[in-house]
């Protein structure tokens, strides 16, 4: 059994801990958080609350709720730490996780030099087996995961040359009401956008060039990509492949009330998912369409949820388990690809 | 003197019929429209107010506004007809121009086949001398417009093979205010998009690939665009390049300040510009970026104004005049390239 500590209780640590709680070789020890809030008395009472320091600790006594200890602590009784604190703020835990020697997963918004390597379940050459001397991984960001899984999807049949998306990123989750734009599209100066060396940490052999945008929406992101493959290739040749894999789901052509991410949103809630949850890339199977060796399409990536499987494998890759087993198995318990089922 | 009614009064109409009466060769006779309102009798009041139908005269006649004629009657006493009626309006006007004998210039929204020939003045090879047979001409949209413009000046230096464009078109002007969507990103699963074929109708001789999108915005489109040439280039040279025509405004890295459409927008208020018309083509000049023989940047297009000076110049081109001497008088009216001077 797999023991798993959480650091950080907000979007994905939630999601996080969910996930970790419905596999069935994963123990939750507890959660690691620093303020006491209507969620801290969720942790407390579904998996065990801990403080990151001891002042956290104190705070979160004085109000009332019990608290198992500090991350020092969740570290002696777990085997992964999975890291889901604010960007930079995993960069600042570092220290106390190397001081208690326990394996850690970081999320996307740190630096690539914070993990001994960058994460995506699809990209992995090296099966996992003899990793039990990585330390730490980084799952890369929502966007790259989403990038990762397709291009990687495509070049295992047909050799990608290049890739070049523009990201329409989402302004700011449901909730997070001071973050702007509002009825702007607000682009970022810098191309190419990270996401390009964040996707060549990935796969190193394609050349990348991502454009970004931030819209006035808090639903999902929208990927509008073209893929240049090395010989001719036919749409739906390509539908086929994406569908055949479980974490990209190609919305079929037949579903016309599934026309945007607000729709993708609304039919997830119909599922049997906590947070209606979309961890697949959603690829809308009507926009993939093929001129020579380009393929064009877009996709939907629901920020919030789409790096809990590879959150999950990661637990397995750092305890040196089979990659491809662990996507078998993850993708099993979450009932993946499961939305146009 | 060249004679000029405008039919349809709207967003475009009204713009039009103001760049019309800056022209020291051009005089407006009047514009026709369908209903009475307030804009009607500003019409009326500023330049002669004509019906469509005689239902339409007859309407305006009762609530007391003072009405020169019909469409036909416009047509009598004008050499051009620029008809800035809704999208396949202009199509349903096109047996009174034809049975008039007017020259007629038609604006995007209508289908190719409507006019002799699309136009944009960037992308006109024959330089209008001995255009006279030619009888109506078909202003291509905002967002091809401004596609043409760009792609035209970098292939003017620069052998362009190929352009891939992501369109994040505004969802619909202020005071459309039952357009959307809000809150979401909507895709257009027809790739490409018809803006491809519109281009090529300008430069039939570049590969193109657009995708578009919707976003919940009001301001301008934004063009996310890489574009691929036959040698390595510089990206300075590039900026330069561009910021040689009128036409492209390059945003200068030391305004700080203009980093959105809606930053454009407020500056374009402070020009002595009716409207705050934007009239160029707005590229970041930090978004333009070079990587071997790939130009990508993002540039803002102006939907309601920016077909203006193209309007302007094919009145003379159906007249018969040099287009190269035209865009030259145009931009001298209206200031062309103000905007970061």
């Not at 198992?68 to 570290?75: I, Q, S």
């Not at 992995?124 to 730490?136: F, Q, R």
């Not at 026309?259 to 961890?279: N, Q």
Request: charged share 25%; aromatic share 4%; proline share 3%.
């Amino acid at each position: 059994m797999k023991r798993v500590g959480i650091s950080g209780f907000g979007t994905v640590g939630r999601r996080v801990a969910d996930a970790v709680e419905m596999q069935e070789d994963m123990k939750l020890k507890g959660v690691a958080k620093t303020t006491q809030s209507a969620t801290a008395s969720k942790a407390q009472h579904n998996f065990g609350l801990y403080g990151i320091k001891d002042s956290h600790m104190q705070d979160m006594k004085s109000s009332g709720l019990s608290v198992e200890g500090n991350l020092r602590d969740l570290c002696r009784v777990s085997d992964v730490i999975v890291d889901c604190s604010p960007s930079g703020i995993g960069a600042q835990n570092k220290p106390t996780y190397q001081d208690m020697d326990v394996k850690v997963i970081y999320q996307g918004g740190e630096d690539v030099e914070v993990a001994d390597i960058s994460y995506n379940s699809y990209s992995l050459e090296n099966d996992g087996i003899n990793a039990e001397n990585i330390k730490s991984a980084r799952v890369v960001s929502c966007n790259t995961t989403g990038l990762s899984r397709l291009v990687k999807s495509i070049n295992s049949s047909y050799n990608v040359e290049r890739v070049s998306a523009t990201l329409i990123r989402r302004g700011g989750d449901p909730g997070e009401i001071s973050r702007g734009p509002i009825n702007d599209i607000v682009p970022t100066m810098e191309i190419p956008s990270h996401h390009s060396s964040d996707l060549n940490e990935m796969i190193p052999e394609v050349e990348v060039s991502t454009r970004a945008v931030k819209s006035p929406t808090t639903s999902m992101h929208m990927h509008s990509i073209e893929i240049e493959v090395e010989n001719e290739v036919n749409a739906s040749n390509i539908k086929e492949l994406l569908d055949s894999y479980n974490r990209i789901c190609v919305i079929p052509s037949k579903y016309e009330e599934v026309r945007s991410p607000a729709d993708l949103r609304e039919l997830s809630r119909m599922e049997d998912r906590t947070f209606g949850s979309i961890w697949e890339n959603t690829v809308w199977g009507d926009s993939v369409s093929v001129s020579g060796n380009y393929i064009s399409l877009f996709q939907g990536i629901h920020q919030r949820s789409i790096v809990v499987p590879e959150n999950i494998d990661a637990i397995r890759y750092l305890m040196g388990e089979s990659i491809s087993d662990s996507i078998m198995e993850t993708d099993s318990c979450l009932n993946m690809g499961s939305l146009f089922r």
